[in-house]
């Protein structure tokens, strides 16, 4: 209705996203997928085959495997999608590397922008430098960074390899240990001991004449 003056009264405050009541049990299938409310969410490879426990809202899905959060993932609306996340398949993919082309998990991580233009451009490069299988496996291990050092110091590391030239899995691993962790001067002055007018012995030469 209308409020004071002809303006309609402000509206109401957002409500707190919808919470499913208790939990939502799946069995992964080979593919590390689970099956929830027809859709299709992945989890670490390493979980294939266990029983998991999914918590759904209106915004997004968490599943756990015996109380641990294995993966969050954004709530898919209507039917029959998948949300797959390309770190959930690395470990299958460093050893079928030329999967890694063609996988959707790889298209959706360059439409979400967790596979910026620069790996796009790091990976095109080594496929072309070392082919396809090699090129592929290197830039599996480059993702592999991303557990130990985080996306955004290995983004500069891909950034900062594409700057000099470097295509290769070592340039970037050694690029991102020292974004990671800088070497820098002491901020205290060196202090050098000095020996002043040291006492020399000299040499007896007399007896080369």
């Known amino acids: 209705g209308e409020g004071v003056g002809g303006k309609r009264p402000p509206l109401l405050p957002v409500p707190h996203p919808w919470e499913a009541g208790g939990g939502v049990k799946a069995r992964l299938g080979d593919k590390g997928r689970a099956n929830l409310l027809r859709n299709r969410y992945c989890v670490p490879v390493r979980f294939c085959g266990l029983v998991v426990e999914a918590e759904l809202t209106s915004l997004e899905v968490v599943i756990r495997h015996q109380g641990l959060e294995?993966?969050?993932?954004?709530?898919?609306?209507?039917?029959?999608?998948?949300?797959?996340?390309?770190?959930?398949?690395?470990?299958?993919?460093?050893?079928?590397?030329?999967?890694?082309?063609?996988?959707?998990?790889?298209?959706?991580?360059?439409?979400?922008?967790?596979?910026?233009?620069?790996?796009?451009?790091?990976?095109?490069?080594l496929r072309r430098r070392l082919g396809e299988s090699e090129g592929a496996r290197q830039m599996v291990d480059i993702l592999?960074?991303?557990?130990?050092?985080?996306?955004?110091?290995?983004?500069?590391?891909?950034?900062?390899?594409?700057?000099?030239?470097?295509?290769d899995?070592?340039?970037?691993?050694?690029?991102?240990?020292?974004?990671?962790?800088?070497?820098?001067?002491?901020?205290?002055?060196?202090?050098?001991?000095?020996?002043?007018?040291?006492d020399v012995p000299v040499p007896d030469c007399s007896q080369y004449d």
């Open 70 to 125: 294995v993966a969050r993932h954004e709530r898919l609306l209507g039917s029959g999608g998948d949300r797959l996340l390309l770190d959930h398949y690395l470990e299958v993919l460093r050893f079928k590397p030329q999967a890694l082309a063609n996988s959707i998990p790889l298209h959706q991580a360059k439409a979400n922008g967790s596979f910026p233009p620069a790996y796009v451009e790091l990976f095109s490069r």
């Open 144 to 167: 592999f960074l991303h557990r130990r050092y985080g996306p955004a110091v290995v983004f500069a590391a891909v950034s900062a390899a594409l700057g000099s030239g470097a295509y």
């Open 169 to 198: 899995y070592n340039a970037v691993a050694l690029i991102a240990r020292g974004f990671d962790a800088p070497w820098t001067l002491s901020a205290r002055p060196l202090r050098l001991r000095v020996l002043h007018g040291p």
